[in-house]
């Protein structure tokens, strides 16, 4: 390149090098990818023992905000009674669905919806079960709002802290992991 007065300039690429406006591309591109990953998913910890044995107390769940939600799906959902100003009750909670609109009415949650014996579940409505006997569920607070339903839990989004063990020492009579020995 000739510059001012006739000298000449060069420029020369930097091998490995990156440009600043690639790294920034990069940086936007992940903060927009996160924030879509955010709008479409949540993370929620179980509280209680209403979801046993499926679900332990403190377990985290990754809940998908854009999941239909189908018969037999674990859903978060806003709690219905916390709505009464019950400041113990969590604001959320975890349960499967036992019935979609449109199908029958269980015969367990009947009482607590004042439903007949031929009744279906209304449109817009989900009945929930705990997957523990004596779970707080439809048969206590009855039909739960579609609208007020957070997301689905995605089969195999638990996410468990799993203890740290101490290091075995390492056995070199055979069979073991890393052992060179076959028996």
Do not use: C, Q
């Amino acid at each position: 390149m000739i510059g001012r007065g006739g000298e000449t300039t060069s420029v020369r690429a930097v091998p490995g090098g990156v440009g600043v406006s690639a790294v920034l591309a990069a940086v936007i591109l992940v903060l927009a990818g996160v924030r879509a990953l955010r709008s479409r998913l949540a993370l929620v910890r179980v509280t209680g023992t209403s979801m046993a044995p499926t679900f332990a107390d403190g377990e985290r769940l990754l809940v998908d905000r854009a999941g239909a939600v189908r018969r037999g799906d674990v859903v978060v959902f806003r709690n219905p009674t916390a709505a009464l100003g019950a400041d113990r009750d969590p604001r959320w909670l975890v349960k499967r669905v036992a019935a979609l609109p449109g199908d029958p009415v269980p015969a367990e949650v009947r009482d607590a919806v004042r439903a007949a014996n031929d009744a279906v579940v209304p449109a817009g409505s989900l009945v929930v079960r705990g997957d523990a006997p004596r779970s707080h569920d439809s048969r206590h607070f009855g039909y739960v709002p579609a609208s007020t339903v957070l997301g689905v839990v995605g089969t195999g989004t638990r996410i468990r802290r799993a203890p740290i063990e101490p290091a075995r020492p390492h056995d070199d009579r055979g069979g073991g992991p890393g052992s060179s020995r076959a028996g």
